[in-house]
């Protein structure tokens, strides 16, 4: 069993910046491809971005490709998303998400963990 817990978010400006935070448990994190996920009030969970569980290797989606960033640190076992640049279209619940195989996906159903979110509001 996989417990997430994402920080971070809040109300910000447009063209500001926000870092969220996700602290994973459980000892085999590095193992484990995570994900960042979005979901606006009466649309579908949308992928964001994801990374490998080892190395670096990551994938975003067009709309914030450039603005975003995803990082680990597989010691404090939390993956973070830097955000900037921040949009009026960026407001949404904020989910992370851990894949039990170090490989990534934007798919939703492939993982298999999910945190609880954290809201992202940015206004204009």
């Not at 603005?67 to 279209?89: A, C, G, P």
Request: aromatic share 12%; hydrophobic share 35%.
């Amino acid at each position: 069993q996989v417990q997430l817990v994402e920080s971070g978010g809040g109300l910000v400006q447009a063209g500001d910046s926000l870092r969220l935070s996700c602290a994973a448990s459980g000892r085999t994190f590095s193992s484990y491809a995570m994900g960042w996920f979005r979901q606006a009030p009466g649309k579908e969970r949308e992928f964001v971005t994801a990374i490998a569980g080892i190395g670096t290797y990551s994938y975003y989606a067009d709309s914030v490709k450039g603005r975003f960033t995803i990082s680990r640190d597989n010691v404090k076992n939390t993956v973070y998303l830097q955000m900037n640049s921040l949009k009026t279209e960026d407001t949404a619940v904020y989910y992370c998400a851990a894949r039990l195989t170090s490989i990534l996906s934007l798919r939703v159903y492939d993982y298999t963990y999910w945190g609880q979110g954290t809201q992202v509001t940015v206004s204009s």
